[in-house]
């Protein structure tokens, strides 16, 4: 395995939501981004759990479609993604700012627009057999992070989406059903985005989805704000909205090829400060395999980021960790599950 470095053709930062720096600890001390606990300090083997679904033998491809928090979730020493796919075997490439080709709606490079509402230009748009085409064959880097040494060559099997804080300020209310009719959120970024424009967008994506059974999906949701840049019911939406996703968007969808990883919901405990993770804890947020099943906790935490610090929403390096930790058994289940087709 050998680190590789590739910078972006152009580096974008979007307002609010631009490359993070780690945060000092508290008292201003040295910091180790590798916790003793962490199974991927050292690239290697495939780490071994209690209730670990197994790695895939063979080598997959997969690229995250992300902006800055997806890029501190990758990067080795801020949350260790890119080692964990390693180590169980993803060969892992990525998009960010600048990246592929224009979307003829937007009149910009499509790796610049990553918010829900632009998830129906990537699939859907005028522009979405170009940009998928670009999709399925990158294998190159984006971001900085460790990754397997050999591309085993093909397409990519496994497309990971992810957008960035802001799209956690969501209107509406709770329980809104799916907008019917046009969507004002197709192609909108953040304008008009309530929870139910939101769900009808994700449920008119399964069309896509449905029509592409040799790919796997992963929606990661998108991580939570800071309280002071969100509001009660805003926050209230966006866990309703990420619930929704793991609960109940796939209710009825006959294939095995779409997964939701909540992503949100895992940064909202920690283990008692933003420097200290909850990672294998009983108690606080979850989305985890464990004791042989999925397991979901949504209720033991709060609706706001848990790991975020200096009023900025991207997350410590501690909640990328746990991110880690969960993700990946969870990924290799998707995947599983998808392979064999259930």
Not at 11 to 35: E, N, R, V
Not at 232 to 240: D, E, F, K, S, V
Not at 277 to 299: E, M
């Amino acid at each position: 395995m050998k680190r590789v470095f590739v910078i972006a053709a152009a580096a974008l930062i979007l307002a609010g939501c631009g490359p993070s720096s780690p945060s000092p600890t508290p008292d201003g001390s040295s910091w180790s981004p590798w916790p003793d606990e962490t199974p991927w300090a050292t690239p290697g083997p495939a780490p071994s759990f209690d209730n670990e679904v197994p790695a895939p033998e063979d080598t997959v491809k997969l690229l995250f479609i992300h902006h800055s928090t997806g890029e501190n979730w990758l990067a080795d020493e801020t949350g260790g993604l890119g080692l964990a796919l390693a180590a169980n075997n993803y060969y892992v490439g990525d998009t960010n700012y600048g990246w592929g080709p224009e979307d003829s709606e937007l009149g910009s490079a499509i790796g610049d627009n990553t918010d829900i509402g632009h998830w129906w230009n990537w699939f859907l748009g005028p522009s979405s057999d170009t940009i998928m085409d670009a999709v399925y064959s990158e294998s190159d880097q984006y971001s900085w992070y460790s990754r397997l040494d050999d591309d085993p060559g093909g397409e990519n099997e496994i497309v990971m989406f992810k957008s960035c804080f802001p799209n956690s300020y969501i209107d509406g209310s709770p329980g809104d059903p799916p907008t019917a009719g046009r969507n004002p959120l197709d192609g909108a970024g953040l304008d008009n985005l309530t929870v139910g424009n939101a769900k009808a967008l994700y449920l008119d994506l399964l069309d896509y989805f449905a029509d592409h059974q040799d790919k796997l999906f992963v929606v990661i949701t998108a991580p939570p704000q800071i309280t002071d840049d969100t509001d009660p019911g805003a926050a209230m939406n966006a866990r309703a909205l990420n619930t929704w996703l793991v609960e109940d968007w796939l209710d009825g969808y006959p294939h095995s090829n779409v997964a939701v990883f909540d992503f949100y919901n895992v940064l909202t405990s920690n283990g008692g400060n933003p420097y200290k993770n909850d990672l294998g804890s009983a108690d606080g947020n979850h989305h985890r395999f464990l004791d042989g099943q999925v397991q979901y906790v949504t209720n033991q935490g709060q609706n706001t980021s848990a790991y975020a610090v200096d009023y900025d929403s991207h997350p410590t390096s501690e909640g990328n960790f746990k991110a880690t930790g969960e993700f990946v058994p969870m990924l290799n289940l998707f995947y599983q599950r998808w392979r064999d087709g259930n």
